[in-house]
């Protein structure tokens, strides 16, 4: 890992306090056409629940795919791995 993962991690950590604070997640559920924001803490507790309530455990809802980009581009910025 490098060194500042370890930095962003405790970041992360600190904020799972502020829960107004905590970065959303978009998922999305194609079968039943829901999308919603979750904050990033709880994102796989709902996923998990809304698969077991409406699609008898199937896992059709997910984290939007695109979110994995962004995210990979915000935690590439926060590490500085852009810069230079
Ligand atoms: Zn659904």
Redesign the pocket.
């Known amino acids: 890992m490098f060194p500042e993962a370890e930095e962003l991690y405790r970041v992360n950590g600190d904020l799972e306090s502020m829960t107004d604070d905590v970065p959303k997640i978009p998922i999305v559920?194609p079968?039943?056409e829901?999308r919603a924001k979750i904050p990033f803490s709880n994102v796989e507790e709902t996923v998990t629940d809304?698969n077991e309530r409406?699609?008898d455990g199937d896992p059709?809802?997910a984290v939007d795919p695109d979110v994995f980009d962004h995210l990979a581009d915000q935690v590439a910025v926060d590490l500085g791995l852009l810069e230079g």
Do not use: D, G, I, P
Request: glycine residues 0%; proline residues 0%; contains cysteine.
């Open positions: 559920c079968v039943c829901t809304h409406l699609h059709v809802a």
